[in-house]
């Protein structure tokens, strides 16, 4: 009986190979050898699955983008800040992806091709942000659309600094604190939100 093969299964692990790559070595230093001894496949193997880099960074963007949409929207917290602690570089898996995500934004500038992926994926952020907002903020209907729509480009603009400046000098951004300036900048939107409407 032939073995059952999950092909979908296997991108995913080459796409996360490829995020712990980029997180140790750089964007450029990693190879499609690299990211298939990371695997623990061929480059064969890989070439079955992916035709260039780009298409494996590509697969690599999506799978991040799905599991931190999957973290943000399937956590049992009713509260905002735990919900959107699941963005943060907080453990090892998730560094890896954040890590692999800024080594991605250098790359954007010089690609055409890296700069649209961008641009769709950071809208489908947004909407993501924006879905969890309106679940955890009751106080949410009440501001305008105008103020809705500062208050998510802020979120997201202060998570991705977070991520940002945890992957840059991770000593100096433990849980605890992501946590503490992720709650005191929620707090502070919340407060400006409410005076606005």
Known sequence: M???????????????ATCRVVA????????VVRIAREAGYTTGMIAHY????HDIVVAALRLIQRRIEQRLETSGHPELLAVLTEAL????????????????????????????INGALHRE??????????????????????T??????????????????TVANRGDWPAARQVGQLR?????LQDWAGRVG
């Open 184 to 188: 005191l900048q929620l707090q502070m």
């Open 89 to 116: 570089p907080m453990d090892e898996v998730r560094f890896n992806e954040c890590a692999f995500w800024i080594a991605f934004w250098g790359q954007v500038g010089a690609d055409l091709r890296l700069k649209r």
């Open 50 to 53: 992916f035709d260039t880099k």
């Open 24 to 31: 140790r070595h750089g964007f450029e230093q990693a190879t």
């Open 148 to 165: 809705r729509e500062q208050v998510v480009r802020s979120v997201v603009t202060f998570v991705n600094g977070i991520t940002a400046s």
């Open 2 to 16: 032939p073995k059952i093969v999950d092909h979908a299964r296997r991108r995913d692990e080459i796409a996360l």
């Open 125 to 146: 952020y947004l909407r993501v942000f924006t879905r969890c907002l309106e679940r955890t903020l009751p106080q949410w209907q009440e501001w305008s659309a105008a």
